[in-house]
């Protein structure tokens, strides 16, 4: 029975050496892609786009945008709603967020890609 303890330890040393290895890697990969989204966004070489259903957009719908929005309005709305997100402005990231809502235009963070969609009237109208 003593030689089965032994094997018992010995597996549970090993086993507790690679669970401390792969929490080492986890730790790892996550603070490289900590590094790589503190990038400042009013400081970024990337610029939002609005995209179709010719580029891959599978919802997108290609329709005029509401009076007073233009491309580039939509464009400067969503780079502030960015940079209020990076410095922790929920407030205003939000009220960004209930205009684009209204407006009915879809946006991807990660892709700093926009979109409209068909227009959906709100119930009660």
């Not at 966004?41 to 007073?68: I, N």
Request: hydrophobic share 25%; aromatic share 6%; no cysteine.
């Amino acid at each position: 029975m003593g030689n089965t303890t032994r094997n018992t330890d010995e597996k549970r040393k090993a086993y507790k050496k690679a669970k401390k290895q792969r929490r080492k890697l986890r730790q790892a990969e996550v603070k490289e892609s900590n590094n790589t989204r503190t990038e400042d966004p009013s400081t970024s070489k990337k610029k939002w786009r609005r995209v179709t259903a010719e580029d891959g957009a599978k919802k997108a719908v290609d329709r005029p945008l509401e009076a007073g929005y233009g491309v580039d309005a939509i464009n400067d709305l969503l780079k502030r709603r960015s940079i209020a997100k990076a410095e922790k402005n929920y407030g205003v990231s939000d009220e960004i967020t209930k205009t684009l809502v209204r407006l009915q235009i879809v946006y991807d963070d990660e892709r700093w890609e926009w979109h409209t969609r068909a227009w959906k009237h709100p119930k009660g109208m």
